[in-house]
């Protein structure tokens, strides 16, 4: 039972972190532009091409702590990023007020391209780590993806620490879900757990509630 449980954990924790990748992708997009870009998911499969042609001949060992150790990594590089150099603190004050970083002269354009540049990077590192734990097709990142989001809502959408936390969630409790109910019900867990978190509390666990105009 206690080994069974272990397998859970870190093929969860494996799995969270791929949707910890996805969601602080997501979040580095939505914090500069405002804009949700599901089209992470190309990225996604990208990355994991790559890894398939560049490991043909040799295996991965331990993808689920690589990914693990991988979403660790690009959490504090992109906090290191975002609070230690001007053009991260730039991008940081983007997400407070994109009209007033205008006004302020910052490049708001060009610092939104560089976004969507960092973003593909982590989205494409998660689809590379996690290619040896997944078939790769056309269509592969749209599950990974949609987990992804659900993971960013869970952990506070725009805030890093809350997709690490998000990720772990989302992986634990669909891995739960497929030992005891079995696979084809893990949507539906994962769903269900959007929709308590919502109910409970909106704006994600690390998220700040917004003031209500009277």
């Known amino acids: 039972m206690l080994e069974e449980l272990a397998i859970i954990?870190?093929?969860?924790?494996?799995?969270?972190?791929?949707?910890?990748?996805?969601?602080?992708?997501?979040?580095?997009?939505?914090?500069?532009?405002h804009?949700?870009?599901?089209?992470?998911g190309n990225m996604f499969v990208l990355g994991g091409f790559v890894a398939v042609l560049a490991t043909a001949a040799q295996g991965t060992p331990g993808p689920y702590a690589a990914l693990i150790v991988l979403a660790v990594a690009w959490y504090v590089a992109l906090r290191l990023f975002l609070t230690r150099t001007?053009?991260?603190?730039?991008?940081?004050?983007?997400?407070?007020?994109?009209?007033?970083?205008?006004?302020?002269g910052l490049r708001v354009r060009r610092l939104?391209?560089?976004?969507?540049?960092?973003?593909?990077?982590?989205?494409?590192?998660a689809g590379f780590a996690a290619a040896p734990l997944m078939s790769i097709s056309g269509d592969t990142g749209a599950r990974y993806v949609l987990n992804g989001f659900v993971a960013a809502v869970i952990g506070g959408m725009g805030n890093n620490l809350g997709a690490l936390v998000g990720g772990a969630l989302v992986g634990i409790v669909g891995m739960l879900a497929t030992y005891l109910v079995g696979g084809e019900y893990q949507g539906l867990v994962t769903l269900l757990l959007l929709v308590a978190m919502l109910v409970v509390r909106p704006e994600g666990i690390f998220g700040r509630a917004r003031a209500r105009r009277v």
């Open 35 to 40: 804009i949700l870009n599901f089209a992470q």
């Open 9 to 33: 954990g870190i093929r969860g924790l494996g799995m969270g972190a791929i949707y910890a990748l996805v969601a602080m992708s997501m979040n580095i997009v939505y914090g500069s532009s």
């Open 86 to 104: 001007l053009t991260g603190l730039a991008i940081s004050a983007l997400s407070q007020d994109i009209e007033a970083a205008s006004t302020a």
């Open 112 to 125: 939104q391209l560089l976004s969507f540049a960092v973003s593909g990077l982590v989205v494409g590192s």
